[in-house]
């Protein structure tokens, strides 16, 4: 049986997202808005702190920050967003999230349901796959990390848990609000992650075939397209001869 690869998954997505970085930077610009009406202090703001740390992740300017973070806390107008999350079935059962920011819910729920219904998706009603999720801080390590650097640093900052895969990489799981405090602790040490974000991890996987993964990652694809899409969730597992069909 073919192997499950954490960390060819995770290049894969970065590869996707990679080459849309122009709407990664919109969708990481309105986050830090939305964010910043809760308060421009991130100290005080755990939600605007976690915000900015993805910005920075992801090369966003500090003065497009600044800027962004201005607007949400009024200094410079900006938009009313909702926040709005769909969830729903893709090809072979997958469980999926969609969460949104969205000035027109109309469309944007058009948007959605369009793309779950053009590549055999059903959407779903509220809570209707969400309870296969949980909200974790998760910071991934390629093979190669010092795996008791990493384990004892991230332990002693406040981390849950460090989990080892087949591949030799790594993954520091952390709760939502000691994320940051955990990431910036390892950044201190010089473990730098390769990805770092909070996510909804799922309890149980649905494996995807051959037959269906190319359906399945332009479902995801046609999702993450839409500028109102902030982030999607799903609990695909995805083999690596499987993966490299997409590649």
Do not use: C
């Not at 981390?159 to 390892?186: C, M, N, R």
Request: without cysteine.
């Amino acid at each position: 049986m073919a192997g499950h690869s954490k960390w060819a998954n995770m290049k894969h997505r970065k590869a996707r997202q990679d080459a849309k970085k122009v709407k990664i930077f919109t969708k990481l610009i309105r986050e830090l808005t939305v964010s910043a009406k809760q308060g421009p202090d991130p100290d005080g703001n755990p939600r605007l702190r976690t915000a900015i740390a993805k910005a920075l992740l992801n090369n966003l300017s500090r003065d497009v920050i600044e800027r962004a973070v201005k607007r949400g806390a009024g200094e410079n107008g900006g938009e009313n967003f909702e926040e709005l999350v769909y969830e729903g079935y893709g090809p072979n059962g997958v469980a999926i999230i969609v969460e949104t920011l969205t000035d027109n819910h109309k469309r944007t729920v058009q948007d959605v349901r369009s793309a779950f219904t053009k590549y055999g998706g059903n959407l779903g009603t509220n809570g209707s796959v969400s309870y296969l999720f949980s909200r974790q801080g998760l910071l991934s390590f390629a093979a190669g990390v010092n795996e008791d650097q990493l384990m004892e640093q991230a332990l002693e900052a406040g981390a849950d848990d460090v989990v080892a895969h087949d591949d030799g990489s790594f993954e520091v799981v952390t709760t939502p609000e000691l994320f940051v405090d955990v990431k910036e602790a390892l950044e201190r040490v010089g473990l730098h992650a390769e990805h770092a974000d909070i996510s909804l991890v799922p309890a149980t996987k649905a494996e995807i075939d051959a037959d269906t993964v190319v359906k399945f990652f332009k479902l995801i694809d046609m999702l993450e397209d839409f500028d109102d899409v902030q982030n999607v969730y799903h609990n695909a597992d995805i083999a690596d001869d499987v993966l490299a069909l997409v590649e």
